[in-house]
């Protein structure tokens, strides 16, 4: 399995600004994630990072909230813009290491979010 | 649409009991994949077992053990003997395509000494 480090872990971030979270993947991976997991909660998909491409966002996540960048195969950005106290949450980046379709997830430890 | 529904949100049993959680999910594809992971109080995510939708064996790691029932649509998860490193919380997943995988809400376990 791959290696994933997210950074930074945690932040307590004042509301109307924005914060940017880095995934690094210590190899190649097809394909990365970027989960949303409310205090208490399951996890909820944001959108899939497509490398060269914009990308694929869930239904109720858009692109100027949640800015996505994936310039190669191993790192990946999340912004939460112009946040609000309801932005508070874990986000996880997650990869899948296999080339086999539906391979699983293996997730980062994750950046625990505070917004004030 | 594809749904996963864990309706044991929180279960508190002895160490060394068995205990079984419940995973029931909606699909109208034929193939698709079926995953169990915990996240214990440290807050990582572990992947624990993947199961196509082909593949209708049950399963045995340890003291793990995986039933999975296309008629019924479930794929419970059974901790025997369980230990007070168990106490963790425990997500279904479901993924159709596209590697989009989709979780249930969790059940929180607790292993009391």
């Known amino acids: 399995s791959a290696v994933i480090s997210q950074k930074p872990s945690r932040d307590i971030c004042q509301r109307g600004t924005s914060l940017t979270i880095q995934c690094q993947v210590d190899s190649q991976v097809t394909m990365m994630f970027w989960y949303r997991q409310q205090p208490g909660q399951s996890l909820t998909l944001i959108a899939t990072a497509n490398q060269g491409s914009e990308a694929t966002y869930e239904s109720g996540f858009v692109i100027d909230k949640f800015p996505i960048s994936r310039p190669n195969l191993t790192f990946s950005t999340l912004t939460v813009s112009n946040m609000s106290p309801e932005d508070s949450s874990i986000y996880l980046c997650?990869?899948?290491?296999?080339?086999?379709?539906?391979?699983?997830?293996?997730f980062g430890n994750g950046t625990r979010l505070t917004v004030t | 649409a594809q749904k996963v529904t864990q309706a044991q949100t929180e279960i508190s049993v002895v160490e060394k009991e068995d205990v079984t959680l419940d995973c029931v999910y909606e699909?109208?594809?034929?193939?698709?994949?079926l995953f169990w992971y915990k996240q214990p109080p440290s807050g990582e995510l572990v992947f624990l077992i993947r199961?196509?939708?082909?593949?209708?064996q049950n399963e045995i790691s340890g003291r793990y053990s995986w039933n999975f029932q296309k008629s019924t649509s479930s794929f419970n998860f059974t901790i025997t003997a369980s230990q007070v490193v168990d106490s963790a919380v425990y997500f279904c997943?479901?993924?159709?395509?596209?590697?989009?995988?989709?979780f249930g809400k969790g059940t929180r376990l607790h292993i009391l000494p």
């Open positions: 199961r196509n939708s082909f593949d209708e």
């Open positions: 997650s990869v899948t290491v296999s080339t086999g379709t539906n391979s699983p997830l293996h």
């Open positions: 699909t109208r594809d034929t193939t698709y994949y």
């Open positions: 997943a479901l993924s159709e395509a596209r590697d989009k995988i989709i």
